[in-house]
T-cell receptor, first 114, second 111 residues
């Protein structure tokens, strides 16, 4: 079955440490996205990538970094510069961003930083 | 900036009652998408509306897209406990490819 896999489901880190969240898709989608979800709020875009080796900042990119070396993979690094990193992180993909097609989401990673 | 607003934030209903959530955009949307997120889960795509004034139905769910393509609604008839979750609208703006999500409406259903 095609889909998006995020790992791990839960992640705990100490303040000051960088942490990388994994996202893999086998849907052959060109576009991939990272969203952050906080309680009672909608989804806020961190970064997106329309094609391999290209990515763009979203609305809240500060303190985060990404890479897109392979079409299937779009890992997100939460750096120590991110002031409030504790949140639910969702990776998504779509056929093509320019076509404004629906998003397919992974199961998410819940990150807790203490 | 360009925003998508959604109301109400919360809705508690008795099983069997109807439910409606409303979505309004500050600018024209290319399309409107609706997602459902079950408690502890991830958003799942429900439907996409593209045409001005479009109405689509999925069993007890009715989705509408406004004539000006700036607002939308989701109506659930005779809610069931399986309808529990948060419903999000999302729309790519007509003048760019940015997708904006509403804050969501959290629906709880009392049996």
């Amino acid at each position: 079955d095609g889909g998006i896999t995020q790992s791990p489901k839960y992640l705990f880190r100490k303040e000051g440490q960088n942490v990388t969240l994994s996202c893999e898709q086998n849907l052959n989608h060109d576009a991939m996205y990272w969203y952050r979800q906080d309680p009672g709020q909608g989804l806020r875009l961190i970064y997106y990538s329309q094609i391999v080796n290209d990515f763009q900042k979203g609305d809240i990119a500060e303190g985060y970094s990404v890479s897109r070396e392979k079409k299937e993979s779009f890992p997100l690094t939460v750096t120590s510069a991110q002031k409030n990193p504790t949140a639910f992180y969702l990776c998504a993909s779509s056929i093509n961003r320019l076509r404004k097609s629906p998003l397919h989401f992974g199961n998410g990673t819940r990150l807790t930083v203490t | 900036g360009q925003q998508v607003m959604q109301i109400p934030q919360y809705q508690h209903v008795q099983e069997g009652e109807d439910f409606t959530t409303y979505c309004n955009s500050s600018t024209t949307l290319s399309n409107i998408q609706w997602y459902k997120q079950r408690p502890g889960g991830h958003p799942v795509f429900l439907i996409q509306l593209v045409k001005s004034g479009e109405v689509k139905k999925q069993k007890r769910l009715t989705f509408q897209f406004g004539e000006a393509k700036k607002n939308s609604s989701l109506h659930i008839t005779a809610t069931q406990t399986t309808d529990v979750g948060t419903y999000f609208c999302a729309g790519p703006f007509y003048n760019n490819n940015d997708m904006r999500f509403g804050a969501g409406t959290r629906l709880t259903v009392k049996p």
